[in-house]
Structure formats: structure tokens, C-alpha cells
């Protein structure tokens, strides 16, 4: 029975690695993403775009080798919790990916085009955004609950940045018009940022499920 247990906890382990490279791949697109935007490099947006099905493929590998350990091994309620916390927190951060990806094509519309803004405010609430991921991910494999706790309020400050930042914009379209389209690109840039902070959190609050067993919600 032991030899048993001791394989399956080896699989959950192998599971738990993939989702480290998971994470480490689209926090690393997210950066690049950014990165491009900021330094118009459109090369390298459009290399963002073609190498999201890494990371979509890793996702759906994460996904069926937990659907086969659970249809498999039927755990019990705490394993299939980590299993449940697994697969949730692989599909955040696939969505992160995501949002690396239309990053890198409103990159593409604005091309070479001069900022017609500030995009300070979009600076400052990536870098808040990529502090919250590396940390969310330090105190996922820490199991680390206080740690997840302080992440998830970084979230509200994040949420501040971008009322502050469509706000900016909005008041820019009324006045330059003419500019309509790069404001639609920086509002969607903008929104992406806030929805990565948004799956941070998220982790954050499957974490607290695991070690706690109760859904809580952390946005509030």
C-alpha cells in the first residue's frame, strides 16, 4: 500500500512541477509582452503570438494528467482538492498567457506609431502586476496562505491604477478624437494588465482553499 501512496504522491509532484513551468512561462510571456510594447519591437510581439501554443499545450497536458489521477486513483477529499487547485490555478495562468498575447497584438496595431500619452501609469501597474505573479507563485509552492493574503491586496492598487488610467483616456478621446484608435489599444493594454492581477489573486484564493477547504473570496 505504501509503494502505492508513494507513487501517486510522485505523480501529484510531477504535476505540481509542470505547473511551476507553466507558471514560469507565461509570467515570462506577460514580461515580454510588455517589454515589446514599451520598446515597439514588433518582432518580437509577433513571436509572443506564435509561441502561445507552448503554453496552451502545456495547460492541456496539466489538465489531462490530473483528469486520469483522479478517474484513476479516486483520492480522497484532500487530494482531490490539491487536484482540484491544480488544475485551477494551470488555467489562470494560461489566461495570463493570453493576456500576454493580445498585449502583443495591440502592439502590432499601434506599429511604430509615437505614444500619444503618457504610459507611465500602464508602467507602473505592470510592474505591480509582474510583483504580484512572482510572488503569488513563491507563496503557492510555500503553501504560504499569509503570504497569498498580502498578494491579493496588492489587487486593489492595481484597480485604483486602471480607474485612473481609462479615466486619463477617456478624457483624451474627448479632446483628440483623432487619436480614437492607439486609446482603444492602450484602454485594451490596460484592461489586460488588470485582469492578470485579477488571476493572481485568484490563485491566491485557490491556495487558501487548499490549506483551508473553504471557497473565500479575496476581492472584496
Same mark, same amino acid.
Given at each position: 500500500?505504501?509503494?502505492?501512496?508513494? *507513487?501517486? !504522491?510522485?505523480?501529484?509532484?510531477?504535476?505540481? $512541477?509542470?505547473?511551476?513551468?507553466?507558471?514560469?512561462?507565461?509570467?515570462?510571456? @506577460?514580461?515580454?509582452?510588455?517589454?515589446?510594447?514599451?520598446? &515597439? !519591437?514588433?518582432?518580437?510581439?509577433?513571436? +509572443? +503570438?506564435?509561441?502561445?501554443? !507552448?503554453?496552451?499545450?502545456?495547460?492541456?497536458?496539466?489538465?489531462?494528467?490530473?483528469?486520469?489521477?483522479? /478517474?484513476? $486513483?479516486?483520492?480522497?477529499?484532500?487530494?482531490?482538492? *490539491?487536484?482540484?487547485?491544480?488544475?485551477?490555478?494551470?488555467?489562470?495562468?494560461? *489566461?495570463?498567457?493570453?493576456?500576454?498575447?493580445?498585449?502583443?497584438?495591440?502592439?502590432?496595431?499601434?506599429?511604430?506609431? *509615437?505614444?500619444?500619452?503618457?504610459?507611465?501609469?500602464?508602467?507602473?501597474?505592470? @510592474? &505591480? /502586476?509582474?510583483?504580484?505573479?512572482?510572488?503569488?507563485?513563491?507563496?503557492?509552492?510555500?503553501?504560504?496562505?499569509?503570504?497569498? &493574503?498580502?498578494?491579493?491586496?496588492?489587487?486593489? $492598487?492595481? !484597480?485604483?491604477?486602471?480607474?485612473?488610467?481609462?479615466?486619463?483616456?477617456?478624457?483624451?478621446?474627448?479632446? /483628440?478624437?483623432?487619436?480614437?484608435?492607439?486609446? /482603444?489599444?492602450?484602454? @485594451?493594454?490596460?484592461?489586460?494588465?488588470?485582469?492578470?492581477?485579477?488571476?493572481?489573486?485568484?490563485?491566491?484564493?485557490?491556495?487558501?482553499?487548499? &490549506?483551508?477547504?473553504?471557497?473565500?473570496?479575496?476581492?472584496?
Amino acid at each position: 500500500m505504501s509503494s502505492v501512496r508513494g *507513487r501517486y !504522491d510522485n505523480e501529484i509532484n510531477e504535476v505540481q $512541477q509542470d505547473l511551476l513551468v507553466l507558471c514560469n512561462r507565461s509570467i515570462l510571456s @506577460f514580461e515580454a509582452s510588455f517589454t515589446a510594447f514599451i520598446e &515597439k !519591437d514588433l518582432i518580437k510581439a509577433q513571436e +509572443i +503570438i506564435d509561441k502561445d501554443v !507552448d503554453i496552451n499545450q502545456l495547460e492541456e497536458a496539466i489538465n489531462d494528467r490530473v483528469i486520469k489521477l483522479i /478517474t484513476r $486513483q479516486q483520492p480522497v477529499a484532500t487530494d482531490l482538492r *490539491r487536484l482540484i487547485v491544480l488544475l485551477k490555478a494551470a488555467n489562470d495562468m494560461e *489566461r495570463i498567457g493570453d493576456y500576454a498575447v493580445n498585449i502583443a497584438k495591440e502592439t502590432l496595431h499601434i506599429g511604430n506609431s *509615437r505614444f500619444i500619452t503618457s504610459v507611465e501609469l500602464l508602467e507602473d501597474m505592470y @510592474f &505591480k /502586476t509582474t510583483l504580484m505573479l512572482r510572488q503569488i507563485v513563491d507563496a503557492f509552492v510555500e503553501e504560504n496562505i499569509t503570504k497569498a &493574503k498580502e498578494v491579493a491586496e496588492l489587487d486593489d $492598487q492595481i !484597480d485604483e491604477m486602471y480607474g485612473n488610467m481609462i479615466q486619463h483616456l477617456m478624457k483624451l478621446s474627448a479632446v /483628440t478624437p483623432e487619436n480614437i484608435s492607439q486609446i /482603444t489599444y492602450l484602454s @485594451f493594454i490596460c484592461r489586460y494588465i488588470e485582469r492578470c492581477a485579477d488571476h493572481a489573486t485568484n490563485i491566491a484564493e485557490h491556495l487558501l482553499y487548499l &490549506k483551508k477547504g473553504q471557497h473565500i473570496d479575496l476581492n472584496n
